[in-house]
């Protein structure tokens, strides 16, 4: 699987360290069930997902990547702080 890093460009995907779903940037302020939920609950679907990787190997920046898990092709890739939420 290759990612395109708006910093570098085009790389194999193991110069990337993967965080997790695009979820934690939502971090609840206040409520320790909402917090719980954060934490614990996490969808596993089939098809489009957005996720967290770190150009480990390269810039480091955080990447915010739109990524198909039925056929792992990669859709779209943002700097995270390019990102609204």
Same mark, same amino acid.
């Given at each position: 699987?290759?990612?395109? &890093?708006? %910093?570098?460009?085009?790389?194999?995907?193991?110069?990337?360290?993967?965080?997790?779903?695009?979820?934690?940037?939502?971090?609840?302020? %206040?409520?320790?069930?909402?917090?719980?939920?954060?934490?614990?609950?996490?969808? %596993?679907?089939?098809?489009? %997902?957005? @996720?967290? !990787?770190?150009? @480990?190997?390269? &810039?480091?920046? !955080?990447?915010?990547?739109?990524?198909?898990?039925?056929?792992?092709?990669?859709?779209?890739?943002?700097?995270?702080?390019?990102?609204?939420?």
């Amino acid at each position: 699987m290759r990612i395109t &890093c708006p %910093n570098c460009g085009s790389r194999d995907s193991r110069e990337y360290f993967y965080l997790g779903a695009a979820k934690l940037l939502d971090r609840p302020e %206040n409520g320790a069930a909402a917090f719980h939920d954060y934490v614990y609950l996490r969808e %596993n679907s089939a098809g489009p %997902n957005t @996720e967290l !990787w770190q150009h @480990e190997m390269g &810039c480091r920046a !955080w990447l915010h990547v739109t990524r198909d898990t039925t056929s792992h092709a990669v859709l779209a890739v943002a700097l995270v702080s390019e990102v609204s939420r």
